[in-house]
């Protein structure tokens, strides 16, 4: 079953072309499923880079501009799409002119393996 | 003239603008709901008052009981720990390497566990017309003959048709750069 679900996501990650990875984490950055094409792209899966988005979430929040779901970070060479499906946190990286509509679609395709992979943190 | 006159106002609104501050700092040294607590924060914290529990608690013990004072001063805290932008917080979060290594391996085992254990129902099916409703009756359905012969007509109408497309031209195909 595991296989299936990396093959599913490898899927996704062929649709998308210039999408180098597909991570999922824990809100500490523990990663519980990631897939990735051959990119050197680990800048962004550094344990310390994700959990610094939950914290940037909630620092942000008090600027006024509310409750965000999605941080979107465009660096020289790549992107970073990180959204909030706490207690899981989906990170995907592409390259600078991947287009950024297309990964957001992907959101409401992942959404139901994520409710099976939340189980496994919640326990 | 009229220069040294724009220049005494300037002065005259700069006075006033300090008077106004003057007048908001005043206003908010008075007591009110939210000052009041932080007016004599040595006296009022919760340390103090225990190390002079005998004096303090017989001078309070008819005003407001204790706890109420100590939950307004914690709710105030935390307020202020939830609104404040704490950059310097990113840092707490960085975990051990064994831990880090720890939850990897957990968490993989779980997954393993779970996957094995339930089929998935979010598999979706694939193939032709998935999303018509009840497409199982178009398929079973037989086409009749004159169907496919109106379909084969139209295909041979088509074809004849692309077959027969000419272009003319009208001027050179070959278009010579120029080169002088």
């Known amino acids: 079953m595991s296989d299936d679900i990396k093959k599913y996501f490898n899927g996704l990650l062929k649709k998308v072309s210039g999408l180098h990875v597909i991570q999922i984490t824990d809100r500490d950055g523990v990663p519980l499923l990631r897939v990735s094409q051959e990119k050197n792209v680990d800048f962004a899966l550094m344990p310390s880079f994700i959990p610094t ?22 660096y020289s060479n790549y992107q970073v799409v990180q959204m909030n499906k706490l207690p899981l946190i ?20 992942v959404d139901g393996y994520l409710e099976d992979i939340k189980q496994a943190v919640t326990e | 003239m009229e220069y040294v006159h724009s220049v005494w106002n300037y002065i005259a ?3 006033s603008c300090m008077h106004c501050a003057e007048d908001v700092g005043a206003q908010n040294i ?10 004599d924060p040595v006296n009022h914290s919760p340390a103090l008052r225990r190390s002079n ?6 001078d309070y013990s008819h005003s407001l009981p204790k706890k109420d004072d100590q939950t307004a001063l914690s709710r ?12 310097g917080a990113m840092d707490c979060h960085s975990l051990e390497h064994q831990e880090y290594t720890d939850r990897i391996k957990i968490y993989s085992q779980r997954l393993h566990q779970q996957w094995n254990n339930v089929q998935h129902p979010n ?13 199982q009756f178009y398929i079973t359905k037989p086409i009749s003959a004159k169907d496919t012969l109106q379909m084969k007509l139209f295909i041979e109408k088509a074809l004849i048709g692309v077959n027969q497309i000419q272009i003319d031209h009208k001027e050179a195909v070959v278009v010579p750069f120029q080169i002088p």
């Open chain 1, 90 to 109: 989906l990170t995907f990286v592409g390259s600078e002119n991947c287009n950024t509509g297309h990964i957001l679609a992907l959101e409401h395709q």
């Open chain 2, 13 to 15: 609104s700069v006075c």
């Open chain 1, 53 to 74: 988005f939950t914290t940037a979430c909630d620092q942000a929040s008090k600027l006024g501009l509310g409750r965000n779901k999605t941080i979107i970070s465009m």
């Open chain 2, 123 to 135: 598999i979706t099916m694939k193939g032709l017309l998935k999303d018509v409703p009840n497409h």
């Open chain 2, 30 to 39: 008075e007591p009110n709901e939210r000052t009041h607590l932080l007016v």
């Open chain 2, 53 to 58: 529990s005998d004096g303090l608690s017989n």
């Open chain 2, 76 to 87: 105030l805290v935390q307020n202020t720990a939830i609104n404040m932008i704490n950059v």
